[in-house]
């Protein structure tokens, strides 16, 4: 085991992963169902049935990455991608009597991409062993989250109180003001992107306490033991599983937010501009020069091309942020040797068994030699 791995298959959160893997076989039985219905047709005024594929199949990749069955990305990305492919081709059975159709499969195949997209990390520039024990860190504190069931009540809560606050903005301001004709696919869209916010800053408000948790208790990554004694050089092992730690390693990254740390460089305005003409000037396009889907103008197509318009400005924004958290990789790797609080550099600064103290802003910071 590696000083600072934190491996997937440790107690310590073995309670949130079993409730994930719960809504996970949940959601599949219930897609599988719901897209095996026999005769199962909508309405008019419902949303679209390719949107419906594509939040169906993307949120179905993104439990199915939370219950930690499948470590690699590009591993879900090809199960995800087969599933659909079966669950699509299952549906012309004769006694299911509904057919398979190749728009339904490319919705999927979208929702999916999304997923992907957004569950891929950024890759590290250099695996140093202060990025491994601040990725630890974040790990245990996650798993230690989702150990509570306050962590789910309030994820739930705070998406139900979004979608209820947005939603009915999003419809008023559609219908009086852009006159929108389906007022019900502006609530299904509206409804799922609220409810997506709402969890993303519950979820990032609860891991900042959890990160507080595990710090001040001093909690083993791995089983959740408290760790007592910290005076022994600079580590020890667990009591009870054994887990090798560092005394560092319950030191959080400085909570100052200056300059130094979130500056963004000039490649994430470049990428900002290309995220607005991929969101804006790309569809257009296509429609122009009338390629590819937008070419042809059924029903069905019109649904796929609103689809993979919403799919292009979702991408743009993702190539932004990836592009911030860039510039937020490269600051942290020059922990230890500058303040990520201040700037200030720390070369001529001498750590107290491993841990300093910035001389201009008072931030800890952790320097752990090669």
């Known amino acids: 085991m590696t000083e600072f791995a934190s491996p997937s298959s440790s107690q310590l959160g073995a309670t949130g992963l079993r409730v994930w893997r719960v809504i996970a076989a949940f959601g599949f039985l219930a897609t599988s169902v719901a897209t095996h219905w026999p005769k199962l047709v909508f309405g008019p005024e419902a949303p679209s049935d390719k949107i419906l594929h594509a939040a169906a199949f993307g949120v179905l990749t993104f439990l199915l ?10 591993v879900l990305a090809l199960t995800m991608v087969v599933y659909a492919a079966i669950d699509e081709s299952t549906q012309s059975l004769p006694w299911i009597q509904r057919h398979t159709s190749l728009d339904d499969y490319y919705a999927d195949v979208i929702g999916i ?36 069931p306050f962590t789910w009540i309030a994820i739930a809560t705070s998406a139900a109180l979004a979608v209820l606050v947005g939603v009915p ?5 559609g219908k009086f003001v852009l006159f929108d004709e389906h007022p ?42 408290h760790i007592v004694d910290d005076k022994i050089a600079v580590g020890g092992s667990c009591i009870q599983c054994g887990e090798m730690w560092r005394h560092t390693q319950w030191v959080r990254p400085s ?4 300059s130094f740390r979130i500056r963004p460089s000039r490649r994430t305005f470049v990428y900002a501009g290309i995220a607005v003409a991929f969101a804006f000037l790309v569809p257009r396009l296509f429609l122009s020069l009338g390629v590819f889907l937008w070419s042809v103008q059924s029903p069905s197509m019109q649904d796929l091309q609103d689809l ?57 910071f952790v320097s752990i030699k090669a």
């Open 169 to 173: 903005l999003t419809v008023v301001f």
């Open 113 to 148: 991409s999304l997923a992907v997209l957004l569950i891929w990390k950024q890759p590290a520039r250099r695996e140093s062993k202060l990025s491994r024990m601040r990725a630890a860190l974040t790990d245990a504190a996650e798993r230690e989250m989702f150990c509570r």
């Open 308 to 364: 993979i318009t919403y799919s292009i400005a979702i991408a743009a924004l993702v190539l932004v942020r990836r592009s911030f958290l860039l510039d937020q990789l490269i600051a942290r790797e020059k922990e230890g040797s500058f303040c990520q609080g201040c700037g200030h550099n720390l070369q001529g600064v001498i750590p107290s068994r491993e841990v300093g103290i910035c001389p201009e802003c008072e931030a800890e």
């Open 65 to 74: 990455w939370r219950t930690r069955w499948i470590g690699s990305v590009w």
């Open 255 to 258: 909570s100052h937010y200056g």
């Open 184 to 225: 019900l696919q502006t609530a299904f869209i509206s409804g799922f992107f609220f409810a997506v916010v709402g969890i993303a800053l519950t979820w990032r408000s609860a891991l900042r306490a959890a990160v507080l948790r595990v710090t001040r208790e001093r909690m083993c990554f791995r089983c959740g033991q």
